[in-house]
């Protein structure tokens, strides 16, 4: 009884470690790797495509209206964007709700693109498994970090990031 | 005393007028320094000459490169629609006065097999002159159907959707397929045309 019960708790660390594994790789495979390109339709009508931001620094950010980090980190991220935009930084907001009408009443009013992706598919692209996620994106359109989540604090260590590219 | 005071006196004399020919020799002795500096010079050309013929191999080896990565890519192209199977489509564009393109669907054969979102700089691109590859793949012979629903903002800017079809046949050889959008000035209208190549 005791060996099976070793055995299992031995089994579920292996798959415990195994998810683990698979989630730091899904992010650690995107950073120093090329951006994968999308084109998304924006609430303003406008089609977007992100290799035609090369040349700037762009902060890729996923999420969704029912998630409040989200929102907090938006808010953070669009400050930021407004802030060094003449530098050369851009801010696409990449929804993944499944209605564009509530994302685009939450994001009313913001001065960055807001894009909608309906079906999943640049989710899907970069691996999107948790939210928000932010992807920093150079200006030779390589992801140089990947953030998952937001906290208090969170968004200092964007700017340095940010700054750093910059100063590239 | 007295005599010590002046030998000191004429030594200081002494070795300041030493010192004031020295000062005025010493352009002199630079001036006979300056060959000196001519081999630094030559070594200087020389590594010039090192840089630059490094420079020309560097060139080199990226046309070489860029070569290599266009035979590959035709060897790619060939092994992948060998060009008995091989249908390529072609979307261009003329005036655009009426039309806004936004994005455009293909289905062949009641397949979709592209769909493509313009932006703004694509379809000013299209405008301009260019042609864009939508679609190229394998069909075998005989007779298809090609289907493409264009969307985007018609006059007035109105939302507007149009679809544009083409039997054709396929034949031994490569198939190209233009779809062109145009201004019909009579109608104020756009108008989508389906051409095959010969």
Excluded at chain 1, 10 to 33: F, I, M, R
Excluded at chain 1, 34 to 52: I, T
Aim: charged share 25%; with cysteine.
């Amino acid at each position: 009884m005791r060996e099976r019960m070793r055995a299992l708790w031995s089994g579920a660390a292996l798959v415990g470690l195994l998810v683990a594994a698979g989630t730091v790789s899904a992010a650690g495979e995107l950073k120093g790797a090329e951006a994968p390109d999308f084109v998304l339709k924006s609430f303003s009508g406008k089609n977007l495509r992100l290799s035609e931001y090369r040349g700037e620094v762009v902060m890729l950010s996923f999420w969704a209206t029912w998630c409040g980090d989200c929102r907090a980190q938006l808010a953070e991220l669009g400050a930021m964007r407004d802030r060094y935009q003449d530098a050369g930084v851009e801010l696409l907001a990449v929804s993944l709700d499944q209605s564009a009408r509530q994302a685009s009443e939450v994001t009313a009013g913001a001065t960055y693109p807001v894009l909608h992706d309906a079906g999943g598919e640049v989710g899907r692209l970069y691996d999107v498994t948790k939210m928000p996620m932010m992807v920093l994106i150079d200006r030779g359109g390589v992801v140089r970090e990947v953030f998952e989540g937001f906290r208090r604090g969170s968004e200092e260590q964007y700017l340095e990031r940010v700054q750093a590219l910059l100063r590239e | 005393m007295l005599a010590k005071w002046i030998a000191s006196v004429s030594v200081a004399a002494l070795v300041a007028g030493a010192a004031s020919v020295g000062a005025q020799e010493a352009p002199i002795e630079i001036a006979a320094a300056v060959p000196q500096f001519s081999p630094r010079a030559d070594s200087g050309a020389e590594q010039q000459t090192e840089f630059r013929t490094l420079d020309e191999d560097t060139q080199d080896l990226k046309k070489q490169v860029l070569d290599l990565n266009r035979d590959l890519f035709l060897l790619e192209e060939e092994l992948l629609f060998p060009s008995n199977t091989q249908t390529a489509v072609f979307v261009s564009m003329d005036v655009g006065e009426f039309f806004g393109l936004d994005s455009v669907e293909l289905k062949i054969d009641d397949k979709v097999v592209a769909n493509y979102l313009y932006t703004e700089r694509e379809s000013e691109a299209l405008i301009k002159g260019g042609v864009q590859r939508l679609f190229i793949g394998n069909l075998k012979a005989g007779e298809h159907e090609l289907v493409a629903v264009f969307t985007g903002q018609g006059p007035h800017t109105r939302d507007y959707r149009r679809g544009a079809s083409l039997m054709f046949e396929k034949g031994i050889g490569p198939k190209y397929i233009e779809l062109t959008i145009s201004d019909r000035q009579t109608k104020q209208q756009p108008e989508f045309l389906v051409k095959e190549w010969e």
